[in-house]
């Protein structure tokens, strides 16, 4: 636990599992205050669950990635071979 004091001052406002603190001082294990202005703490669930869902994000995002640059190579080739299919009809037309 780091934080073995926390004294608030300001406005302070609380929603579940989440504090919205205008100014406070902490004071640390080891004796040390730090004073904090326009923070937001969240409860141990909740940051467990932030920090699931910035991985998951990372994952679907970096997955993203992978797949974002074999769509412009399937693209080329489909209008390459459209380009050819139309210049051999076109061709075979004309003769």
Do not use: I
């Amino acid at each position: 636990m780091l934080v073995l004091t926390l004294l608030l001052s300001g406005a302070v406002r609380a929603e579940g599992e989440v504090l919205d603190v205008a100014y406070a001082t902490v004071t640390l294990q080891d004796g040390r205050t730090v004073a904090v202005s326009e923070g937001c703490w969240l409860s141990t669930s909740r940051c467990m669950d932030t920090a699931q869902e910035v991985r998951r994000l990372q994952s679907e995002n970096e997955a993203l990635r992978q797949h974002s640059g074999d769509v412009p190579l399937v693209k080329v080739l489909v209008a390459l071979a459209l380009g050819v299919g139309l210049g051999f009809t076109t061709a075979r037309l004309v003769r």
